[in-house]
C-alpha cells in the first residue's frame, strides 16, 4: 500500500514540475526579443515628420537610439543627445514617460508575439508605437492623433553601426587627467 502512495507523491511532483517549467517557458516568451544595443536612424528607409516620436521625444535628433532591455523585460529608450528624456515602457504595466519640457504621458505597454505595442493619452492626443525586430534593423511606427489630424511615422534603424569617435558626438566625451595632481 505504501508504494502505492509514493507512485502518487511522484507523479503529483511530476506533473508539478512539468507544470512550473511549462509556466517558465510561456513567460520568457512572453518578453519578446531583445531590443537591446545602440541604433542608427537609416533615413533613407525612414519616413517621418519631425518631431518623429509622440509628443516631441527624441526631438529632431533621432539619429542614434540607446536600448536597454532588462531580464524583467523593462525597456529604456534614450536618443543621444537628450538622455534625461529617455523613456521606458514595462510590458504589461503603465509608466509615465516624457513627452515634452515639462509635460509627461501615462503609457500601456504590452508584446503582441513579437511586437511591443505602447498607447497612451495625453489631453487630446493619443500615441500608438509599435516596436518589431527584424534581426539587425528595427522598425518603429508612431501614429499619433490630435484635434488637429493624424501624423504617421516610420522610423527604420540598425544596430551596432559605427558612432565615430565620441569626441565627434552630440555630446562629446573627454579626456580626463590619469593621474591625481599632488600625489
Not at 536597454?68 to 523593462?74: R, S
Not at 516624457?98 to 505595442?117: I, N, Q
Request: aromatic share 8%; proline share 4%; hydrophobic share 40%.
Amino acid at each position: 500500500m505504501q508504494s502505492r502512495q509514493w507512485w502518487r507523491v511522484g507523479r503529483r511532483t511530476g506533473m508539478l514540475a512539468i507544470w512550473i517549467w511549462l509556466t517558465s517557458v510561456g513567460l520568457v516568451q512572453a518578453q519578446g526579443p531583445d531590443f537591446s544595443g545602440m541604433w542608427t536612424l537609416d533615413a533613407e528607409a525612414s519616413s517621418y515628420t519631425a518631431p518623429a516620436f509622440s509628443g516631441g521625444r527624441g526631438g529632431d535628433d533621432i539619429d542614434r537610439l540607446f536600448i536597454t532591455q532588462a531580464a524583467n523585460g523593462t525597456v529604456l529608450i534614450g536618443a543621444e543627445t537628450n538622455g534625461l528624456k529617455a523613456w521606458s515602457y514595462a510590458p504589461g504595466r503603465e509608466l509615465t514617460i516624457p513627452v515634452g519640457r515639462d509635460t509627461s504621458m501615462l503609457v500601456a505597454s504590452r508584446w503582441d508575439g513579437e511586437r511591443l505595442v505602447a498607447e497612451g493619452t495625453m489631453g487630446e492626443m493619443q500615441m500608438h508605437e509599435v516596436m518589431t525586430l527584424d534581426g539587425d534593423r528595427l522598425t518603429i511606427e508612431v501614429t499619433t492623433t490630435t484635434s488637429a489630424g493624424e501624423i504617421r511615422n516610420q522610423l527604420v534603424y540598425y544596430r551596432n553601426v559605427p558612432v565615430g569617435d565620441c569626441k565627434q558626438w552630440a555630446m562629446p566625451c573627454k579626456d580626463f587627467p590619469q593621474e591625481v595632481p599632488g600625489r
